[in-house]
């Protein structure tokens, strides 16, 4: 059984392009020297994360031997390059707070890829079936659909870590102008608008400030979380219209074919 598996592993590897095994095993690399770091400081979370991504390397070769299907290099080196963007420098090094839309530029590819993978199951299912013969228009609406629940249900996984663990995954915005009913005094469903907010004094329930907020009023994840659906939203789009095109004409459109993994 052994080595039946290290037999796979290895026909795998030669059915890969080398370079998306260069770009594999260089970041693995990093990211091992990373955790090393991580741990030689004292960073557990770090190490964790560390961990979470060499795990996440192996999908590309699991898909390739337990579903037989075949990834495009391109998009398999996207999907290593993805991890090592979120998890590595995102995560760990601050990319999400060091560099400008960061998160927005994830959040656009992930948009973009999973619009891909949900394409290529439909279009597989419709391509193998002699009773079902999808039009393109609905295989284009599925694979956007697909891809915006894949980006609902990343939220959904932000939210609750932060509900539950007090972690900060939807990241806070400082805003000037607040609408709100809470603060109608005759509690009539009334918008009350706060406008040019300068600071926010947080007081503790003893009376002891707390912090003080310059520059606005502190938005917890709302900002975040549409911003990111909406990037989300483009991404899907913009590949939903490659693949329409894809079907209409497969020999004209080949730049799909990059991202759309295949039936062994």
């Known amino acids: 059984m052994r080595f039946s598996a290290e037999k796979k592993l290895k026909d795998v590897y030669k059915q890969s392009n080398k370079s998306s095994i260069v770009v594999y095993i260089v970041l693995r690399t990093l990211v091992i020297f990373c955790m090393i770091r991580q741990i030689i400081r004292g960073d557990i979370n770090g190490a964790f994360l560390c961990i979470v991504s060499l795990i996440l390397f192996t999908i590309p070769t699991l898909i390739k031997t337990k579903l037989k299907i075949t990834l495009p290099s391109l998009l398999e080196i996207i999907i290593y390059l993805f991890i090592f963007s979120a998890e590595i420098l995102g995560e760990i090094y601050n990319f999400y707070g060091n560099i400008p839309n960061w998160d927005v530029i994830l959040h656009t590819i992930n948009g973009f890829l999973c619009a891909a993978v949900g394409f290529s199951l439909v279009d597989l299912l419709n391509k193998n079936s002699k009773k079902l013969k999808l039009s393109p228009i ?9 891809s915006m629940t894949v980006g609902v249900c990343w939220e959904f996984y932000e939210y ?10 939807q990241k806070d915005t400082l805003i000037t102008t607040l609408a709100t009913v809470e603060l109608d005094p005759k509690k009539s469903n009334n918008t009350v608008i706060i406008k040019d907010i300068e600071k926010t004094v947080l007081y503790d329930k003893d009376g002891k400030e707390l912090v003080v907020i310059d520059g606005g009023y502190l938005d917890v994840g709302i900002n975040d979380t549409m911003e990111d659906l909406f990037v989300n939203l483009i991404g ?3 590949f939903s219209i490659i693949g329409y095109f894809y079907i209409k004409n497969r020999d004209k459109y080949k730049f799909a074919k990059n991202f759309i993994p295949v039936k062994e």
């Open 236 to 238: 899907a789009i913009t």
């Open 160 to 169: 609750i870590a932060d509900k539950v663990f007090l972690f900060d995954m």
């Open 138 to 146: 609905y295989v284009t609406i599925v694979a956007f659909c697909f």
